[in-house]
């Protein structure tokens, strides 16, 4: 028989191990998966993970997915170390570039270098905002962030479908859900010249530097693990958590919202009804992904932008469903808990001296 | 206003609030035995989209409806699995749940977006349905609307009259003790989970086969978040989750009721309603911190592992 047994301490290697038995798991499932649908598993395989990075352009392309993933995953660590769970990353995301999207469109006929600038961090700003008002409800009203942030991610998704469809819809659009293009003064540039990955990439590498210094050399950074591993110590301790609380749903707030407003800004050029793809959901399983650490969160992003890449490759090329990215999605996260049962845990062979000592005590 | 509106109003709100019941005393069942399942908006579409399936293959509504329980069933038996057994955190297995069931909806369904089939029906309740006014408003439902009341029933009765009820909250509130006076702890968090994904999967059945009744992506529109602050907000009692998913009912269809009295207003606006009226729900209930901590479940969220 087999049974779990408590591991004396939690296992470090298990700790970096779960994420790649988990993709492998993921990978397994997918073939059968595909077999399942008659495919040829190594084709499309091949065709989901491989073949979108066979080319620079390819390499680009997660570039613009890894951008906006990482920014949300960066601001959902420091939520999630302080285990302030907060699932509004996409509500933030979609706040900050409406927010955005609204002043780009006001500035519509400024041609000045200021215009970016201002678009930008007025969407930075609206994310933070967006945050600010679950920090508020969960610090003053003392209510649950799991389900006021999931409300505030409806909310958002209905302010900005109500945005395209009434006042900031292009009077000259064909009545198309959609607002006018921005000027080119309100448009993010290119990372390099020909490929779309936009600047944000950079800007998102950076901080990742900052966040992990944050998170390893500060004593806020401490204060916030404390908090997560250990409310009580962290109250012995004399951490103001209601302070932490707000420090980290800003910092994500407004790392989400300037992830919205670059995708707007920095790829779409307009606002539409689908200016994002979830990657504010997504961002959530980069963040258990990677550990919670921003080197991690960095490896879980390119992952799962891959998975988007490839949901649109195997549509393209095979005339599958795009859905298959979010099954994927889904399958990696629930894998990933599993394998982690080993990080506290290992199986033992229950032999049958053990029960001979356990029937003579 | 007149009678007639009223009415309809009256009948829309029993009609939109059914899903939310059945969510609802599915997760407080779950919830009393300790066990916070967050994935109820992935079982909620799975039990939609499977239901749909079914029901167009076999040709039959009841067999998809079924089939929506046994998706939902076996979704929340992962989510036992996970949770229960191998004590994964709970936040993140529920959360896990959603977006699994989401992605793999979608991808199940893309075949069935645009079809239509015959939904199940009402069912007039002959004699009782022709009291003037009552009868439209109580006794000219589909079959789920009663059954809804029916197993609304059977809850309240198992939590203040059942030796079984007792167990439920007994595991919930000290899992240790409980399976120190010889309660199976692990057998009763199964069940009330599975319990949990039954509700939930005839929910997401009744939303694809009766109330639309149609697939389309993400359909249940946040219903199974709802359903879960609606438990917080009826302080674990069945009752006033009847109570409570009624009023959200009446939110939700609001933009009907404004369109009656002649207002034009955005329906993107409108359809917010419900999401606002959920955090101010939860902004009172919370203010009265003293309240929600005697009726929280005390080991909720808590993972238990017997030792062996």
């Given at each position: 028989?087999?049974?779990?047994?408590?591991?004396?301490?939690?296992?470090?290697?298990?700790?970096?191990?779960?994420?790649?038995?988990?993709?492998?798991?993921?990978?397994?499932?997918?073939?059968?998966?595909?077999?399942?649908?008659?495919?040829?598993?190594?084709?499309?395989?091949?065709?989901?993970?491989?073949?979108?990075?066979?080319?620079?352009?390819?390499?680009?392309?997660?570039?613009?997915?890894?951008?906006?993933?990482?920014?949300?995953?960066?601001?959902?660590?420091?939520?999630?170390?302080?285990?302030?769970?907060?699932?509004?990353?996409?509500?933030?995301?979609?706040?900050?570039?409406?927010?955005?999207?609204?002043?780009?469109?006001?500035?519509?006929?400024?041609?000045?270098?200021?215009?970016?600038?201002?678009?930008?961090?007025?969407?930075?700003?609206?994310?933070?905002?967006?945050?600010?008002?679950?920090?508020?409800?969960?610090?003053?009203?003392?209510?649950?962030?799991?389900?006021?942030?999931?409300?505030?991610?409806?909310?958002?998704?209905?302010?900005?479908?109500?945005?395209?469809?009434?006042?900031?819809?292009?009077?000259?659009?064909?009545?198309?859900?959609?607002?006018?293009?921005?000027?080119?003064?309100?448009?993010?540039?290119?990372?390099?010249?020909?490929?779309?990955?936009?600047?944000?990439?950079?800007?998102?590498?950076?901080?990742?530097?900052?966040?992990?210094?944050?998170?390893?050399?500060?004593?806020?950074?401490?204060?916030?693990?404390?908090?997560?591993?250990?409310?009580?110590?962290?109250?012995?301790?004399?951490?103001?958590?209601?302070?932490?609380?707000?420090?980290?749903?800003?910092?994500?707030?407004?790392?989400?919202?300037?992830?919205?407003?670059?995708?707007?800004?920095?790829?779409?050029?307009?606002?539409?009804?689908?200016?994002?793809?979830?990657?504010?959901?997504?961002?959530?399983?980069?963040?258990?992904?990677?550990?919670?650490?921003?080197?991690?969160?960095?490896?879980?992003?390119?992952?799962?932008?891959?998975?988007?890449?490839?949901?649109?490759?195997?549509?393209?090329?095979?005339?599958?469903?795009?859905?298959?990215?979010?099954?994927?999605?889904?399958?990696?996260?629930?894998?990933?808990?599993?394998?982690?049962?080993?990080?506290?845990?290992?199986?033992?062979?229950?032999?049958?001296?053990?029960?001979?000592?356990?029937?003579?005590? | 206003?007149?009678?007639?509106?009223?009415?309809?109003?009256?009948?829309?709100?029993?009609?939109?609030?059914?899903?939310?019941?059945?969510?609802?005393?599915?997760?407080?069942?779950?919830?009393?035995?300790?066990?916070?399942?967050?994935?109820?908006?992935?079982?909620?579409?799975?039990?939609?989209?499977?239901?749909?399936?079914?029901?167009?293959?076999?040709?039959?509504?009841?067999?998809?409806?079924?089939?929506?329980?046994?998706?939902?069933?076996?979704?929340?038996?992962?989510?036992?699995?996970?949770?229960?057994?191998?004590?994964?955190?709970?936040?993140?297995?529920?959360?896990?749940?959603?977006?699994?069931?989401?992605?793999?909806?979608?991808?199940?369904?893309?075949?069935?977006?645009?079809?239509?089939?015959?939904?199940?029906?009402?069912?007039?309740?002959?004699?009782?349905?022709?009291?003037?006014?009552?009868?439209?408003?109580?006794?000219?439902?589909?079959?789920?609307?009663?059954?809804?009341?029916?197993?609304?029933?059977?809850?309240?009765?198992?939590?203040?009259?059942?030796?079984?009820?007792?167990?439920?909250?007994?595991?919930?509130?000290?899992?240790?003790?409980?399976?120190?006076?010889?309660?199976?702890?692990?057998?009763?968090?199964?069940?009330?989970?599975?319990?949990?994904?039954?509700?939930?999967?005839?929910?997401?059945?009744?939303?694809?086969?009766?109330?639309?009744?149609?697939?389309?992506?993400?359909?249940?529109?946040?219903?199974?978040?709802?359903?879960?602050?609606?438990?917080?907000?009826?302080?674990?009692?069945?009752?006033?989750?009847?109570?409570?998913?009624?009023?959200?009912?009446?939110?939700?269809?609001?933009?009907?009721?404004?369109?009656?009295?002649?207002?034009?207003?955005?329906?993107?606006?409108?359809?917010?309603?419900?999401?606002?009226?959920?955090?101010?729900?939860l902004m009172v209930i919370a203010s009265d911190a003293m309240r929600s901590k005697l009726n929280t479940p005390l080991a909720l969220g808590q993972p238990y592992r017997p030792q062996l």
């Amino acid at each position: 028989m087999l049974r779990l047994e408590k591991r004396p301490s939690d296992s470090r290697l298990m700790a970096y191990m779960s994420p790649v038995m988990a993709i492998i798991l993921t990978l397994i499932s997918g073939a059968l998966l595909f077999a399942f649908l008659g495919q040829s598993p190594t084709h499309s395989l091949y065709t989901f993970f491989i073949s979108p990075l066979t080319d620079l352009y390819g390499w680009s392309e997660l570039g613009v997915k890894v951008a906006p993933l990482m920014l949300c995953a960066l601001g959902l660590t420091l939520c999630f170390r302080a285990k302030v769970w907060n699932i509004g990353a996409e509500g933030q995301f979609i706040i900050g570039g409406l927010g955005g999207g609204y002043l780009a469109l006001q500035m519509g006929n400024i041609e000045s270098a200021w215009v970016l600038p201002a678009v930008i961090l007025f969407g930075a700003l609206c994310g933070l905002g967006w945050a600010a008002l679950a920090a508020l409800l969960k610090t003053r009203f003392n209510c649950n962030e799991v389900l006021t942030t999931i409300m505030l991610n409806y909310i958002a998704l209905n302010w900005l479908l109500y945005s395209v469809h009434g006042p900031l819809k292009d009077p000259e659009g064909f009545n198309f859900p959609e607002s006018a293009l921005f000027s080119d003064f309100a448009m993010l540039p290119p990372l390099f010249e020909d490929y779309r990955v936009s600047v944000s990439l950079a800007f998102a590498m950076i901080l990742m530097v900052a966040i992990w210094t944050l998170l390893s050399r500060t004593m806020i950074g401490f204060q916030i693990s404390v908090l997560g591993e250990d409310a009580k110590a962290a109250q012995f301790a004399g951490f103001r958590a209601k302070r932490l609380v707000w420090l980290t749903l800003l910092i994500c707030g407004a790392l989400a919202g300037f992830a919205g407003v670059s995708e707007v800004s920095g790829q779409i050029g307009q606002l539409t009804p689908y200016i994002s793809p979830g990657y504010g959901y997504s961002a959530i399983i980069v963040v258990f992904l990677g550990r919670m650490h921003p080197v991690g969160i960095l490896l879980g992003s390119m992952i799962l932008g891959l998975t988007f890449l490839g949901g649109e490759m195997v549509q393209m090329e095979l005339a599958m469903p795009k859905s298959i990215t979010g099954l994927f999605q889904g399958m990696l996260l629930f894998y990933l808990l599993a394998c982690d049962l080993f990080i506290g845990y290992r199986i033992k062979l229950k032999s049958s001296a053990a029960k001979v000592a356990a029937a003579g005590s | 206003m007149d009678v007639d509106l009223i009415t309809n109003i009256l009948f829309a709100t029993l009609r939109t609030g059914t899903p939310l019941v059945l969510i609802a005393l599915g997760e407080m069942v779950c919830e009393k035995s300790g066990v916070l399942n967050l994935g109820q908006e992935g079982m909620l579409l799975m039990g939609a989209v499977v239901g749909f399936m079914f029901a167009v293959i076999s040709g039959n509504t009841w067999v998809g409806l079924g089939a929506s329980m046994v998706a939902g069933m076996l979704m929340s038996g992962v989510f036992a699995l996970l949770a229960v057994t191998l004590v994964a955190n709970q936040v993140a297995t529920g959360l896990a749940l959603t977006i699994f069931g989401i992605g793999l909806s979608a991808f199940l369904g893309t075949d069935y977006v645009g079809m239509g089939i015959d939904g199940i029906g009402p069912w007039e309740i002959p004699l009782l349905s022709d009291i003037p006014i009552i009868g439209k408003v109580l006794f000219s439902h589909d079959p789920l609307v009663y059954l809804s009341w029916i197993l609304f029933a059977l809850v309240y009765w198992t939590f203040r009259k059942t030796r079984v009820g007792l167990i439920i909250r007994a595991v919930g509130e000290n899992p240790e003790s409980a399976n120190a006076i010889g309660m199976p702890v692990m057998k009763v968090r199964y069940a009330a989970v599975i319990f949990g994904g039954l509700m939930t999967g005839l929910a997401g059945g009744y939303l694809s086969l009766s109330y639309t009744p149609l697939w389309t992506e993400g359909m249940s529109a946040g219903r199974g978040w709802i359903a879960l602050a609606l438990v917080v907000f009826a302080s674990w009692k069945a009752e006033r989750v009847m109570l409570g998913a009624y009023l959200f009912g009446l939110a939700s269809i609001m933009h009907l009721i404004l369109q009656g009295l002649g207002f034009d207003i955005s329906p993107n606006l409108l359809a917010m309603l419900p999401y606002a009226a959920t955090i101010v729900v939860l902004m009172v209930i919370a203010s009265d911190a003293m309240r929600s901590k005697l009726n929280t479940p005390l080991a909720l969220g808590q993972p238990y592992r017997p030792q062996l």
